[in-house]
């Protein structure tokens, strides 16, 4: 643990120095002042936050198609966690904490959606600070337009285009509840019920929501109506959206954000019992199967998505999931077949997601070429995660949440900013937002974007990591984390929910 918070205050360090070399930098770059900073393209990016009412026009209707489709991939993205993320989870773990994954995992679910529309969607999408939101939206008030007699609308990435706020809101509530129960993967088998609950309420709070603000949220394109109001536009949007980092679905929100947390978990929960010396194979590699085959149809929702419209960047972002995924999995067969003569089916479903995680930033920011090289470069870049690092690590990262959400998300993130370049067939971004024009491939620098990209990268571990250890800290000293050795031997299911999975 020393050596990851001196890690923790070396980046922080780090962030710094690169706060004032963006102050310096010439107004011609990718990383000058807010007006032209380097932002997704107006369809694409990730689900950016709602505007409050009052800015909408009075004329703008949301489109039908629009409205249909959110909701269908809202839909998508619970299918990924139940049953998807669930069974997948669940093949994982020794027979004797089958259900207490299961519950784990529905019960975060439930947990962070009811948080999430008392106060959590209010905090991450509504105008506060340039860290976290306001109140604005508590208990959802305001959802309903009582002047106009219909619901309030949220901002799109097209100027004049809008969907209704509360369809955002829910797809929004999905994005936080699997973030949450991705966590559950790295201390599976040994922790306490109860101690799963009060941390992910503690983690929610000051770790998801604040790094969903910073990366998300923004005025909206309408905001911007003319130069003279630009900049003070984009002073309003999250510190991470202003330095105009890519995000596109949540490789800084969802999956580096969940993986660090998952990875101080592992440490200060501590290794099962007999690791290293008892066989811990998974139990049903069947279900695990099924698992991440739903994760994979769910991520179609998850990514395309995303846009927040029916239309052409929801398409490329669901053509990128499908090539980047399958791209992912051969890359892991090849390499588990040159390290140990046989690809495995565990190697394969591990493959799927580790693809799936590394196009998440990407989706809609990339070409389909760099897709595929994206999804090569995840695939390998996991293998080594669950493997080498893990080892060099030494922490009990039970369901390997780390080293592929972890490292898929930061290779993700980081190869965004290359190959969102347009003379790589990448879309580019918008660089005004006031008349819509995208960057021109001469005037996108890949070094630039790249180091954006590293900035909300760091700051994303760094903030993940500090609140998790603290939480982790408030849990052990009310609750406890760990089971008892006796407990942990018998096997969760029984001892902490009195039931078994496989009745024989």
């Known amino acids: 643990m020393k ?59 949301p489109n039908k198609g629009d409205t249909a489709w959110m909701l269908t991939a809202t839909l998508l993205v619970i299918l990924m966690v139940l049953p998807g993320l669930a069974l997948f989870y669940g093949g ?30 209010s905090l991450a999408f509504t105008e506060g600070g340039p860290f976290i939101g306001g109140l604005d939206r508590l208990f959802m008030r305001g959802i309903w337009d009582n002047a106009a007699g219909t619901f309030a609308n949220a ?38 019920f109860s101690a799963v609950m009060l941390f992910m309420v503690l983690w929610f709070s000051f770790s998801y929501l604040p790094i969903a603000h910073m990366v998300w949220f923004w005025m909206g394109p309408d905001a911007y109506t003319s130069k003279e109001v630009a900049d003070a536009v984009t002073a309003r949007a999250g510190q991470i959206w202003q330095w105009g980092a890519l995000d596109f679905a949540g490789g800084t929100v969802v999956h580096i954000n969940a993986a660090v947390a998952g990875l101080v978990g592992a440490f200060m929960v501590g290794k099962r019992i007999g690791y290293g010396r008892e066989a811990m194979a998974p139990h049903s590699l069947t279900l695990t199967m099924v698992g991440a085959s739903l994760l994979w149809v769910g991520w179609f929702g998850f990514n395309a998505g995303s846009a927040l419209e029916a239309n052409g960047f929801s398409a490329l972002a ?119 024009t995208a960057v021109s491939a001469a005037d996108y620098s890949i070094a630039a974007q790249v180091w954006v990209q590293a900035k909300a990268v760091l700051l994303t571990i760094v903030w993940s990591g500090v609140v998790s250890f603290v939480a982790y800290k408030i849990v052990d000293l009310t609750v406890g984390l760990r089971v008892t050795e006796e407990d942990e031997r018998e096997g969760l299911d029984i001892t902490s929910h009195g039931e078994t999975a496989y009745n024989r």
Not at 8 to 35: H, Y
Request: proline content about 4%.
């Open 155 to 192: 901002a799109t990435f097209s100027k004049g285009v809008v969907i209704p706020e509360v369809v955002f809101a829910a797809f929004q509530a999905t994005f936080a509840g699997i973030t949450c129960t991705l966590i559950v993967g790295a201390f599976a088998e040994r922790i306490k």
């Open 318 to 436: 669901f053509i990128n999931t499908l090539v980047a995924t399958s791209a992912a999995v051969l890359a892991w067969c090849i390499g588990e077949a040159l390290m140990r003569g046989k690809a495995s089916m565990l190697g394969a479903a591990s493959g799927a997601v580790a693809g799936l995680v590394a196009i998440t930033p990407a989706a809609g920011n990339v070409g389909i070429g760099g897709a595929l090289v994206i999804g090569f470069v995840g695939g390998f870049a996991c293998l080594w995660g669950v493997n080498g690092l893990k080892r060099l690590l030494g922490a009990d990262d039970s369901l390997d949440v780390f080293g592929v959400h972890g490292i898929g998300g930061i290779v993700g993130a980081l190869l965004t900013g290359v190959f969102n370049a347009p003379g790589l067939g990448g879309p580019g971004y918008v660089a005004d937002w006031v008349s819509a």
């Open 3 to 61: 050596k990851m918070l001196a890690s923790c205050i070396l980046g922080l360090g780090l962030l710094g120095m690169g706060n004032l070399s963006l102050a310096q930098a010439p107004a011609a770059s990718v990383a000058a002042p807010a007006a032209t900073a380097a932002v997704p393209a107006s369809d694409v990016g990730a689900a950016a936050a709602a505007a409050p009412a009052a800015a909408e026009a009075p004329a703008l209707v």
């Open 92 to 121: 994982l773990v020794r027979s004797k904490n089958m259900l207490s994954v299961l519950m784990q995992v529905m019960v975060t679910f439930s947990l962070v959606m009811v948080l999430w529309f008392i106060y959590g969607y």
